[in-house]
């Protein structure tokens, strides 16, 4: 670490990734260098390389900072509420919350990422430690719920697409203080939590079996 | 028509939208302008713009294009399928079809009109004519099968969505020739049409009824 504490290196790494976010949304993700980013943080021309290998590195480091953000607020949800929509739409909405200050940015970063062979898409292989972590935090979501056996399995992956398109919904969404996507997260939570419980009728079992088949087959990540 | 017959002057439109996608896929969108598309089309500087008042009209043209491209089709399989899925399935595919060999240029265009507020989004106002012109083949689909009826107004609109669904999965194929969409289509429109008949059991009614009155709630467009 070259002398650094590793509290010192985190706090310059946040740094160096606070201020290329800014950069990003300043001047666009493919115009700025690493060589800008580490003028702009205060640091000597080659002092982003040190830390970061390139600028899709950086942006890792901030998709883990806004998960380790989100994670204390998620626990505490999964800690207190019993019912099966609101430990879902809790656990969308903390993610939500603390990525507010960079909805531009993720704005920006959408346009980069929606093609999922793309490294940074949340899709690709590169992202699957997180994607991972973020599908088990779902999982647990389910505990203590009675679940279709062939849904369950795959259910913390489905409950990801969702959460996927709540926050395409959010990176979209014009209402004031993005008030509509919060609503919609509760609603539609509500209506997820009522499908899981309906998937148990013998009836839908078929249906269900078939959906999670397709899913597994077609799946892009 | 400065005494073009409509016939020629249709003609040349063509040959500028045909021109103008090929230097939008290899110089970009907002690089390319007007007066290279003329100077590309054989034509005098200002003569895209007698036919044309922005790139924007460019591209919808395009849509309309690609759109009567897949009409002839669409029409053959909601004369000769009566099965649902086959019915759904067909109509999606054959504008898939029309569409392939202009994919790489949808990605492009995928990156600009993400965002629903984009007039060109299919989401955007502006694109409500040719957007409910595509619903209504979706609404022919239906005929001849029985439906919820909370389900049946809305049916056609999420029908839509399905299909831009499907359009977005095939964007991202990298499957040879794409025909793992294909096989996808095919199959998710079976699981849609058992879908459509597991709606009418009363015990879904009231999940059917939330759901469809979420949908209209928050839908984009």
């Given at each position: 670490m070259k002398g650094k504490t590793p509290k010192k290196a985190e706090l310059t790494r946040a740094k160096i990734v606070d201020v290329a976010m800014r950069l990003f949304l300043d001047q666009g993700f493919e115009k700025t260098t690493m060589r800008e980013i580490a003028s702009a943080a205060g640091l000597a021309p080659g002092a982003a390389y040190y830390h970061f290998e390139s600028k899709e590195h950086l942006i890792f480091d901030f998709y883990e900072i806004t998960f380790q953000k989100h994670l204390p607020e998620a626990e505490k949800i999964l800690a207190e509420e019993k019912g099966l929509a609101k430990r879902i739409a809790g656990v969308v909405k903390a993610h939500l919350k603390v990525s507010e200050p960079y909805v531009e940015i993720s704005k920006v970063l959408f346009r980069i990422a929606a093609?999922?062979?793309?490294?940074?898409?949340?899709?690709s292989k590169a992202s699957k430690d997180l994607r991972d972590r973020n599908i088990e935090i779902l999982r647990r979501c389910l505990q203590g719920h009675k679940l279709d056996k062939t849904l369950a399995a795959k259910l913390p992956e489905l409950l990801w697409m969702y959460k996927m398109g709540m926050i395409l919904y959010w990176l979209h969404d014009t209402s004031p203080k993005r008030s509509k996507t919060y609503e919609f997260v509760d609603k539609t939570s509500a209506l997820v939590a009522s499908l899981i419980q309906l998937s148990r009728l013998p009836v839908l079992s078929g249906f269900s079996k078939k959906a999670v088949d397709l899913f597994e087959a077609y799946k892009i990540f």
């Open positions: 093609d999922p062979v793309n490294p940074l898409s949340p899709f």
